[in-house]
């Protein structure tokens, strides 16, 4: 991402990077981000899914930067990708993917979820937003762990032909700044729009990244798709409840 700060992953605990390794021969690297919702379960956007090979992909989280791993860094391969059944690749409508985790995560300061919003969190107001990943800029700071406080444009403004041009549906966010300083990167697709809701005195998932957009690029502010229209849906497909 680029127009962020360098954090601690204590910060961002659910924050994971999604990991790639298209031949045995390769080295892993990172191809999107995601977020803990539970300790088999990540979230990320439904692009993030289109590998060849399940077995290829890692989950990688606990640690402030890509590079290297610490005593708290916890990683697992991926059981099983579960795709929103009316995805479209093209208008990433239901560009959701839930991850199943091989190994469970084990939950300390550095690696716990994130909550997982109902349809009432639409009606709150947001005291806060971040978006989160690791950044793929060039320089002394790449690969570190970063946060950059957002806000939530309206899909009015978002819409105008000079940005989105009526691309961004009801069910997505629109997010950041219109001049590019303020970005996440391709990499950091499928990554967690985090929304502190003061009433609850916690942060939500609030969407996650669903559109790649070069770094930086003026007029195309972040698209996120919004949680918690999907949450039935993800209760359902994990077979869990949230409260």
Excluded at 27 to 52: E, H, L, P, R
Excluded at 104 to 111: G, S
Excluded at 168 to 191: F, I, R, W, Y
Aim: charged residues 15%.
């Amino acid at each position: 991402m680029i127009g962020g700060e360098n954090v601690g992953v204590h910060v961002w605990p659910w924050q994971v990077s999604v990991l790639y390794q298209p031949n045995s021969s390769a080295s892993f690297s990172q191809v999107c981000g995601g977020v803990i919702i539970d300790k088999y379960w990540i979230m990320t956007a439904a692009s993030c899914a289109n590998v060849q090979n399940q077995s290829s992909l890692l989950i990688r989280a606990g640690s402030s930067t890509l590079h290297v791993d610490d005593k708290f860094t916890q990683k697992s391969e991926v059981a099983r990708i579960i795709t929103h059944e009316r995805f479209n690749p093209v208008t990433l409508r239901y560009s959701i993917a839930l991850f199943q985790m091989k190994t469970p995560f084990v939950f300390n300061k550095f690696v716990s979820p994130i909550c997982v919003p109902d349809y009432a969190a639409a009606d709150h107001k947001y005291e806060s937003c971040h978006i989160t990943g690791y950044n793929a800029q060039p320089g002394d700071d790449v690969g570190v762990l970063q946060e950059a406080n957002v806000y939530i444009m309206s899909r009015s403004l978002c819409n105008k032909p000079e940005y989105w041009n009526f691309t961004v549906a009801a069910d997505m966010l629109c997010v950041g700044e219109l001049g590019g300083s303020v970005d996440g990167c391709e990499t950091n697709l499928g990554g967690p729009l985090n929304c502190y809701i003061e009433i609850e005195h916690r942060y939500y998932l609030i969407g996650i990244r669903v559109k790649a957009t070069s770094c930086g690029e003026p007029n195309r502010p972040n698209i996120y798709l919004k949680v918690y229209g999907l949450y039935y849906w993800i209760e359902r497909e994990m077979n869990i409840s949230f409260h």
